[in-house]
């Protein structure tokens, strides 16, 4: 049986997008594949716009005078507890009288925790975020920049303040363009150089190496090889990994201490860097300082074996976790015809018969359930603490995938949470019980899709909290 255009209207909102939102189904009925095609044509698709928001450096310099002003407060502190001892020492008893003002001035005392200025920026991206999900049309373009995060992710636990402005400036911004494009902008940027070691990667024979008797850290050569482009165990040896690593030596971050101006901000060391060619993959790059290392990559991101990796994990994330061999051969031919267009690429994942199997084979990570249930009720948290916490508590932390692979695509990893959504679910048909008709909500979430046996349970259902946790716990909801 083949889904009306209703159907595909919703089928469209799960599988590309973040579920529907009410009258999103209807909206799109006419012509589904034209409403997502519309939506990534859009100018400024997948971009988040807001002139307040600090570029990845700004963020780390802020952190860094933050910081540095809190140590000189505490050294401060220090030095006036060292001298009031002192004093004390010399003080006759009637000296040693209570001094009601300095009780009075203990900083913080019984004031609640106020985010530091820091937090406050890290809390911004994370609301921004969190907002483009829930208001997207349908959410297509996010689920693209979402993919492609995560194969390119940095953890927000090692680099905290920058990772939100990772994904702006090298994600979002060549969602629809070129992989190359996002294959740079990833690896130069200093989230990425700092999550992955590289730096502090020194050359051997290198002028720093040579001196300083440090060496080369292969963190991120070997993951951009093994997970950004080539795919594990393919096409290339540890030797590959050692000398790609030496020709991105000296792809560094500006001193912070010494330039606070420009702190952060990426550069090319070329004192940290291995002189001479390379010979990767059977090709010898000559020496030739920062472009190197971008000659490589700019090969790797036109390889085949590159094509056939990043087409299995699309086709894997849009259809299912065994996708068919024929939709990579096709996602991988697009990808080597338009020279790594990835706007090419989602449309590829338009047109595949296999992406709109009414058969629905994916389990939503929980920050893509989560996202749906906002969607669907029409509102969501716009403080960044609810949203970590509903977030970690799912087992899906923000921005903190626990390894470079990032977060596992395969429904297998999400099962055991289920009980954990049904908590939250729980709490949101309590808050919205007195606002949303549970009838209404089955049908602009899942319409056509609900079967039979999900809308006799709904119905029966013993109140309206538990009619729309039902809805939200139905099979039909969780699945992409």
């Known amino acids: 049986m083949s889904l009306d255009a209703k159907g ?52 780390a310099r802020l952190a860094f005078s933050y910081n540095q002003e809190q140590q000189a407060k505490r050294i401060s502190a220090r030095i006036s507890t060292e001298q009031r001892q002192t004093t004390m020492a010399v003080m006759t008893p009637e000296d040693s009288k209570p001094d009601d003002t300095a009780m009075m001035t ?37 689920r693209l920049v979402w993919f492609w995060s995560n194969h390119f992710c940095v953890s927000a636990d090692i680099v905290t303040n920058m990772a939100g402005a990772y994904e702006r400036e090298a994600i979002r911004a060549h969602v629809l363009g070129k992989f190359s494009d996002m294959l740079l902008a990833a690896e130069s940027h200093p989230a990425m150089l700092v999550y992955l070691d590289n730096f502090r990667s020194v050359g051997p024979m290198s002028v720093a190496g040579l001196l300083n008797k440090i060496g080369l850290n292969e963190n991120l050569g070997r993951e951009i090889l093994e997970l950004h482009t080539l795919g594990v165990r393919s096409v290339y040896t540890q030797e590959d990994v050692y000398r790609f690593a030496k020709t991105i030596t000296g792809w560094t971050l500006r001193p912070m201490a010494t330039d606070l101006e420009r702190g952060n901000e990426f550069m090319f060391n070329p004192r940290r860097h291995e002189p001479g060619p390379q010979t990767i993959l059977g090709k010898t790059y000559p020496e030739g300082g920062v472009e190197q290392g971008q000659a490589v990559l700019a090969d790797l991101a036109r390889h085949p074996a590159t094509a056939a990796h990043v087409s299995f994990k699309l086709a894997r994330h849009f259809s299912a976790d065994e996708p068919s061999p024929a939709l990579v051969e096709r996602l991988s ?14 449309k590829a994942l338009i047109e595949a018969p296999e992406t709109w199997d009414e058969q ?74 007195a606002r949303i008709e549970p009838e209404a909500l089955l049908e602009n979430s899942l319409g056509p899709l609900a079967s039979e046996e999900t809308r006799k349970v709904v119905a029966r259902a ?14 039909e909801f969780q699945r992409r």
């Open 333 to 346: 031919k697009r990808f080597l015809d338009t020279d790594g267009d990835l706007k090419e690429m989602a």
């Open 360 to 433: 629905r084979l994916k389990l939503k990570r929980p920050s893509e359930w989560l996202i749906a249930c906002w969607r669907a009720i029409g509102a969501g948290p716009a403080e960044a603490r609810r949203i970590l916490d509903s977030h970690a508590y799912l087992g899906e932390r923000f921005w903190r995938p626990s390894a470079p692979k990032g977060f596992a695509d395969e429904q297998s990893a999400w099962i055991d949470g289920l009980s954990q959504r049904l908590d939250i679910a729980n709490r949101i048909g309590e808050l919205v019980q």
């Open 106 to 142: 203990v900083p913080g005392a019984g004031e609640p925790q106020q985010a530091t200025p820091p937090q406050q920026n890290v809390n911004r991206e994370i609301v921004r975020r969190t907002s483009a999900a829930i208001n997207a049309e349908i959410g297509f373009a996010e």
């Open 462 to 475: 013993e109140s309206r909290p538990q009619a729309i946790t039902l809805t939200l716990m139905a099979p």
């Open 8 to 59: 595909a209207a919703a089928l469209a909102l799960h599988r590309f997008g973040l579920g529907p939102r009410a009258g999103s189904i209807a909206a799109i009925a006419s012509d589904p594949r034209g409403a997502l095609l519309e939506e990534i044509e859009k100018p400024g698709a997948g971009q988040i716009a807001d002139k307040d928001m600090l570029t990845a450096p700004q963020a």
